[in-house]
C-alpha cells in the first residue's frame, strides 16, 4: 500500500531561517506525491504536488519541495521561514484513488 | 460555491447519539472524500464517491458509519450510537475530477464533533 511518513512531530525555526519538513514514501510504481498546509481552524490547502519532471517542485507561498528517488524522500523547504508560515503540513501519496496522508509535523516559526 | 461547506463546524453529543455531517462540495466537482483528523494521528481515510459509482467505503471504521451522497453533489456522513472515540475532526474534500489524474483535493473547515 502507498504511505508517506513525517518523522518529526514539531518543527521549530527561527524567522528568516531557512525551513525542512521532512517527508519519506513507500509507493509501488511511480509515486505522485503532495504537500498540504492546515492552517489554525482551516481546512487544508493544496502547496504543491510533484507528479514527473523536474525534482524541484515549486509551489505556493514561497514553497518548494525536492523529489528524491534515491533516498524515497519529497521534503518540503523554504529559504527563509515567516511566522505565518506557522500551521500543520501534511504529505501524502496518491493510490487507488485516494490520497494517504503522513500524521503531520507543526511548524513553529518563532520571531 | 466557492469552496467546500461543511456543517455544522461543531457538534457536541451524548455516547450513544446519533449525528449527521454534512458537506456540500464545489459545484461541478465530481469526486468527494471524508477523512477524519484525530488528535496525533493525522488524517484517516473514510469513504470516496466518485460521480454514479459504488462508494469505496473501505475506509470507514465500523458499521456504526455510513454515508450518502445525493444527486452526486451534496454529502451526509452518519455516524450511529455515536462513542467517545469518535471525537475528532471530520474533514470533507472534492476534487474536480478523479484522483488518478492527479487532481489536487479541496478541502472544507471540518466538523468538530465531541462525543461526551
Known amino acids: 500500500a502507498q504511505s508517506v511518513a513525517q518523522p518529526e512531530d514539531q518543527v521549530n525555526v527561527a524567522e528568516g531561517n531557512p525551513l525542512t519538513v521532512k517527508c519519506t514514501y513507500s509507493v509501488s510504481g511511480n509515486p505522485y506525491l503532495f504537500w498540504y498546509v492546515q492552517y489554525p481552524n482551516r481546512g487544508l490547502q493544496f502547496l504543491l504536488k510533484y507528479i514527473t519532471g523536474d525534482n524541484l517542485v515549486k509551489g505556493s507561498y514561497g514553497f518548494e519541495a525536492e523529489f528524491n528517488k534515491s533516498q524515497t524522500s519529497f521534503h518540503l523547504k523554504k529559504p527563509s521561514a515567516l511566522v505565518s508560515d506557522s500551521a500543520l503540513y501534511f504529505c501524502?501519496?496518491?493510490?487507488?484513488?485516494?490520497?494517504?496522508f503522513g500524521k503531520g509535523n507543526q511548524v513553529v516559526v518563532i520571531p | 460555491g466557492a469552496g467546500v461547506s461543511q456543517s455544522p463546524s461543531n457538534k457536541v453529543t451524548e455516547k450513544g447519539k446519533d449525528v449527521e455531517l454534512r458537506c456540500d462540495p464545489i459545484s461541478g466537482h465530481t469526486a468527494l472524500y471524508w477523512y477524519r483528523q484525530s488528535l496525533g494521528q493525522g488524517l484517516e481515510f473514510l469513504i470516496y464517491?466518485?460521480?454514479?459509482?459504488?462508494?469505496?467505503k473501505s475506509g470507514l471504521p465500523s458499521d456504526r458509519f455510513s454515508a450518502e451522497r445525493t444527486g452526486g453533489s451534496v454529502s451526509t456522513l452518519t455516524i450511529q450510537r455515536t462513542q467517545q472515540e469518535d471525537s475528532a475532526v471530520y474533514l470533507c474534500?472534492?476534487?474536480?475530477?478523479?484522483?488518478?489524474?492527479?487532481?489536487?483535493?479541496?478541502f472544507g473547515s471540518g466538523t468538530q464533533l465531541s462525543v461526551l
Open positions: 501524502a501519496v496518491n493510490g487507488n484513488n485516494r490520497l494517504a
Open positions: 464517491f466518485q460521480g454514479n459509482s459504488a462508494p469505496d
Open positions: 474534500a472534492s476534487s474536480l475530477n478523479p484522483l488518478a489524474t492527479n487532481e489536487k483535493l479541496f
